[in-house]
């Protein structure tokens, strides 16, 4: 099992930028698909990025695509989001997620451990 997280999040100008960083306790996390994931008041949580286990592959929702940046560090078990050029529907509780080896990596219910969020608000 692993316990996830977040920090970094916070309120930022529209065009600026923040890293949101996701800290893992538990052993073998080198081994977990790893996403951020993100929910806007009233709206359903959406894919935001995703790091594939085996080979660091990466996917991104076309909405980030070119502006946000997904990266981890298996030594210090940390998944990373860059966000750039932050626009104000970025807006939204941003939540960490992993899964051991495979899963639907854009779907929620892909993904078995999530940390609690962390607040980014984008003002315009």
């Known amino acids: 099992q692993v316990q996830l997280v977040e920090s970094g999040g916070g309120l930022v100008q529209a065009g600026g930028s923040l890293r949101l960083s996701c800290a893992a306790s538990?052993?073998?996390?080198?081994?977990?698909?790893s996403a951020w994931f993100r929910q806007a008041p009233g709206k359903e949580r959406e894919f935001v990025a995703a790091?594939?286990?085996?080979?660091?592959?990466?996917y991104y929702a076309d909405s980030v695509k070119g502006r946000f940046t997904i990266s981890r560090d298996n030594a210090k078990n940390t998944v990373d989001l860059q966000m750039n050029s932050l626009k104000d529907e970025d807006t939204a509780v941003y939540y960490c997620?992993?899964?051991?080896?495979?899963?639907?990596?854009?779907?929620?219910?892909?993904?078995?451990?999530w940390g609690q969020g962390t607040q980014v608000t984008v003002s315009s």
């Open positions: 997620a992993a899964d051991r080896g495979g899963t639907s990596v854009r779907q929620p219910n892909g993904y078995d451990y």
């Open positions: 538990g052993r073998f996390f080198s081994t977990y698909t």
């Open positions: 790091i594939w286990w085996r080979d660091d592959n990466t």
